[in-house]
C-alpha cells in the first residue's frame, strides 16, 4: 500500500471504504487510522449488522465507573500519603515536581517540540504493534508529520500515544539497565526530575493534541477513546505514584480500590432500590 500523505494537524479527510484484510494500514500523527473504514462488520450472510462504534460506546458507558472508582483510589492513595505520610517533603516529591514546572515553563514559554512528540506518537503507534504480533513495514517521522505502515491496528495501538508516556517509559527503562552496571543512587534526584518532564511532557501534549480532531479518537469513536485515554492514565500514575513513594505499595492500593468499588456498588444498589420503590412495576 502506498501511504497517504497527510499534513500534521489536518482535519478529518473522507475514507474510502474497501474490503477487510485488504493489506496493510497507515498511521500518522492527526491521522492515525487504518487506511480503510472498518465501522461496520460486512458479512454478505448477515441480514444486519450494528457500528462498531455503537458497541463501543455502550462498551465505555460501562467503563465509566471503573475510570471513577480508580480515579478516586489515585487521589485518595495520594492525599493520604501527602498529608499522612509527608510524602510531599521527600526528594521524590519535590525533584518530580521541579521537573513538572520546568516542563510546564518550556511548554508554554518556548517553541514546543512537534518534531520530538510526532517522534514518540509513532513509534509508540509501532511499539504497541509489535506488543500485539503485527508487522510495520514502514515508519516515517518528518517536519510534515509522521507516519507508519502496519498490518494490524485496534483501539489500544490507535490509542497509545495518549496513555502510554513512552519517554517515561524511556527514562524508567535505561535507569534500570544503568543500575545493573554501574552505582546510579546518587542520581535519583536527577531521574526523578527527568520523570517529571517526561511525564510534564505526556500530560501537556495529550492534553493540547485531543482537541485537535485527532482521527486517533474518532475512529473508535471519541466518546470510548477519551474514557480509555483517562483510565488508563490513572492505571499509569498508580504506577507511577507506587514506585515513588515508599508509603504506597500495591497490596495498600488494592485495598483502597477494593474499598471504593465495593462503597460505589452499594451506592449504586441503593439508587436501583430508591427507583424500585418509587417506580414499581
Known amino acids: 500500500m502506498?501511504?497517504?500523505?497527510?499534513?500534521p494537524l489536518a482535519g478529518r479527510k473522507p475514507r474510502a471504504r474497501v474490503p477487510r484484510k485488504s493489506g496493510p494500514r497507515a498511521f500518522r500523527?492527526?491521522?492515525?487510522?487504518?487506511?480503510?473504514?472498518?465501522?461496520?462488520?460486512?458479512?454478505?450472510?448477515?441480514?444486519?449488522?450494528?457500528?462498531?462504534?455503537?458497541?463501543?460506546?455502550?462498551?465505555?458507558v460501562f467503563l465509566l465507573p471503573a475510570a471513577w472508582v480508580v480515579a478516586q483510589t489515585v487521589f485518595a492513595i495520594f492525599g493520604h500519603a501527602t498529608i499522612h505520610n509527608h510524602f510531599w517533603a521527600t526528594e521524590e516529591f519535590w525533584f518530580f515536581g521541579l521537573g513538572t514546572v520546568l516542563w510546564l515553563i518550556t511548554f508554554f514559554g518556548l517553541p514546543r517540540p512537534v518534531m520530538v512528540y510526532v517522534f514518540g506518537h509513532e513509534l509508540t503507534h509501532a511499539i504497541w504493534v509489535w506488543l500485539m504480533g503485527g508487522r510495520v513495514s514502514r515508519f516515517?517521522?518528518?517536519?510534515?508529520?509522521?507516519?507508519?505502515?502496519?498490518?494490524?491496528?485496534?483501539?489500544?495501538?490507535?490509542?497509545?500515544?495518549?496513555?502510554?508516556?513512552?519517554?517515561?517509559?524511556?527514562?524508567?527503562?535505561?535507569?534500570?539497565v544503568t543500575g545493573l552496571f554501574i552505582e546510579i543512587e546518587?542520581?535519583?534526584?536527577?531521574?526523578?526530575?527527568?520523570?517529571?518532564?517526561?511525564?510534564?511532557?505526556?500530560?501537556?501534549f495529550t492534553c493540547w493534541m485531543i482537541p485537535k480532531?485527532?482521527?486517533?479518537?474518532?475512529?473508535?469513536?471519541?466518546?470510548?477513546?477519551?474514557?480509555?485515554?483517562?483510565?488508563m492514565n490513572c492505571l499509569v500514575l498508580s504506577a507511577l505514584l507506587v514506585a515513588?513513594?515508599?508509603?504506597?505499595?500495591?497490596?495498600?492500593?488494592g485495598r483502597e480500590l477494593l474499598a471504593n468499588a465495593m462503597d460505589f456498588s452499594a451506592l449504586v444498589v441503593d439508587f436501583v432500590q430508591m427507583c424500585s420503590a418509587k417506580f414499581p412495576f
Do not use: M
Open 2 to 7: 502506498k501511504p497517504r500523505k497527510t499534513p
Open 29 to 60: 500523527l492527526n491521522s492515525s487510522i487504518p487506511a480503510y473504514e472498518d465501522d461496520f462488520e460486512d458479512y454478505e450472510d448477515s441480514a444486519w449488522s450494528i457500528p462498531s462504534r455503537w458497541v463501543k460506546a455502550v462498551a465505555a
Open 140 to 176: 516515517h517521522v518528518s517536519s510534515e508529520g509522521g507516519q507508519i505502515v502496519t498490518d494490524k491496528s485496534n483501539f489500544l495501538i490507535a490509542l497509545a500515544p495518549y496513555f502510554f508516556p513512552i519517554y517515561s517509559i524511556g527514562v524508567i527503562v535505561c535507569w534500570g
Open 244 to 253: 515513588a513513594s515508599p508509603d504506597v505499595t500495591w497490596l495498600a492500593f
Open 186 to 204: 546518587a542520581y535519583r534526584r536527577l531521574f526523578f526530575a527527568l520523570i517529571g518532564i517526561t511525564w510534564g511532557f505526556h500530560f501537556t
Open 213 to 231: 480532531g485527532q482521527t486517533d479518537l474518532t475512529e473508535h469513536g471519541t466518546f470510548f477513546s477519551l474514557v480509555v485515554i483517562f483510565l
